[in-house]
């Protein structure tokens, strides 16, 4: 990947970025072991059992509606064999990104609970649509799911470390009704998908959720994992075409021309995703309440 142009101002920005805490060592530990294929259950278990608040998220989310699992999961060996790696991985990321940077506070122009609920809508769509089309597009529906709750967090970063200019850029994007995207390059200079990867890179995700952070508004850019990109591009657009935006009337960014043939999307199937945003945003809750703490 490119390197970001070399301002006064990313410089200052990622000197910010150095203050975040890096990964939990549990957790960059399980973000590495998902992806080997001599890892046991038994192995992320003991992983996960060093961590006891980890352990708790696990076996909350194993036995929430949010999985419809019919029956107790009392132990995380066993929860690791019914969700899955690369679900815990979500689930591990999930958690810490949202302790990390929590739900409250922030500019008038920034809501969190708002940027949550698009982020695990995103996710929710995308996930589902691996699901049901896995054959065709072979991307694992858990790693996108991750990709979706991810995307947007170098949102988080320029609310975080630069509140003032970011408050501007989401000021800019309502009053000219073009996308914060756009308006995050022309009032800061660099954009919440680059500024992302800076953090991508400091906490050495893999590369499919680095590449959808960095190019879920640019595709076509993704020399690898398009597909993934892709779907994240797609389910980011579905999720603010259901409504699911950081205030009313958010102005969404435009679809890359290809993104639904790539994908297999005529018409119909279109509609019927842009009918399921509606249960993304009712199970979207549940997700965000059992990965905070809550019943």
Known sequence: ?????????????????????????????????????????????????????????????????????????????????????????SVA???????MFGEGG?????????????????????????????????IDPESTFCAGILHDIGKLIFEEFCRDEFAAACNESRTTKRSLFCSEGAVMGVTHARIGRVLADRWALPLDLEYSIVYHHDPEAADKAREMVTLVHVADLLAHAGGVDLWDGEVAPGMWPEARSILGI????????????KQCVEKSSEFFSVVRGGE
């Open 1 to 89: 990947m490119s390197e970001l142009p070399e301002s006064v101002r990313y410089k200052a920005m990622v000197e910010r970025i150095d203050r975040l805490p890096s990964l939990p060592e549990i957790v960059m530990r399980l973000v590495r072991v998902v992806n080997s294929p001599d890892t046991s259950a038994d192995d992320a278990a003991e992983l996960i059992e060093k961590d006891p608040g980890l352990t708790s998220t696990v076996l909350r989310l194993a036995n929430s509606a949010f999985f419809g699992i019919p029956r107790t999961i009392s132990s995380v060996t066993s929860a690791v064999v019914v969700l899955g790696f690369n679900t815990l991985r």
């Open 93 to 99: 990321l999930s958690a810490t990104v949202m302790e």
């Open 106 to 138: 922030g500019a008038k122009t920034f809501r969190r609970d708002r940027f949550w609920r698009h982020s695990i809508v995103t996710a929710m769509i995308a996930r589902n649509f691996a699901r049901r089309n896995i054959h065709a597009l072979m």
């Open 266 to 277: 005529d018409d119909g199937k279109w509609a019927r995703l842009l009918e399921e945003v």
